[in-house]
């Protein structure tokens, strides 16, 4: 929370409901692939359901979790990335 806090301004938005708290994300400085973050929180167990992500370009992302459960050890053979032929590779400092 405190690096989150050290990079991006935050405000409760106008669009909670009472269901989530919705909040917003501004970065403070300039970053490339991020412009603006919505965090919806459900307001009965206080877990994040949704992030919304918008770039330079006003490009939205929107990520749903679900079926959320916290395990401490995970094995890193569980993830794996292959990039996809012709993908576009960028390099970002951040």
Do not use: C, W
């Amino acid at each position: 929370m405190k690096i989150i806090r050290e990079k991006f301004n935050i405000s409760l938005d106008d669009k909670t409901s009472d269901k989530y708290y919705v909040l917003r994300l501004i970065p403070k400085g300039k970053v490339f692939d991020i412009s603006l973050i919505y965090l919806s929180i459900s307001i009965n167990i206080f877990d994040i359901v949704q992030i919304t992500t918008y770039n330079l370009y006003n490009d939205e992302t929107k990520i749903y979790l679900e079926n959320i459960e916290f395990k401490k050890h995970i094995d890193d053979s569980m993830f794996y990335f292959e990039i996809p032929e012709g993908a576009d590779i960028l390099q970002l400092d951040g």
